[in-house]
Nanobody, 121 residues
Framework: QVQLVESGGGLVQPGGSLRLSCAAS????????MSWVRQAPGKGLEWVSE????????DYADSVKGRFTISRDNTKNTLYLQMNSLKPEDTALYYC??????????????RGQGTQVTVSS
């Protein structure tokens, strides 16, 4: 069955960086767009970024554009999110999800258990 396992979250100071990873299994990873989505406390799910099958095309929410970079390694079935210049408003539970933006919103069919990112001094 489809499994998505995120890791790499943690507590970081404003301006800091984190790199999230998502290990995928149970499906042919290279044949699917992938996304990152997040949910802040008390708020709805927010799409963050998507990446195409081979990684040649990416897109970002305006709130993270220029600070976050999505990438993938199809040889390792792994999705990444490099997050730089983190802000307190980036605090959320981050999920990887199978599919591009239109497929994962408003709710993804397949997503992991999430990894917590907390940005605070």
């Amino acid at each position: 069955q489809v499994q998505l396992v995120e890791s790499g979250g943690g507590l970081v100071q404003p301006g800091g960086s984190l790199r999230l990873s998502c290990a995928a299994s149970g499906f042919t990873f290279r044949l699917h767009y992938m996304s990152w989505v997040r949910q802040a406390p008390g708020k709805g799910l927010e799409w963050v970024s998507e990446i195409s099958f081979g990684g040649g095309s990416t897109d970002y929410a305006d709130s993270v554009k220029g600070r976050f970079t999505i990438s993938r390694d199809n040889t390792k079935n792994t999705l990444y999110l490099q997050m730089n210049s983190l802000k307190p408003e980036d605090t959320a539970l981050y999920y990887c999800a199978r599919g591009g933006r239109s497929a994962v919103m408003p709710q993804p069919t397949y997503r992991g258990q999430g990894t917590q990112v907390t940005v605070s001094s």
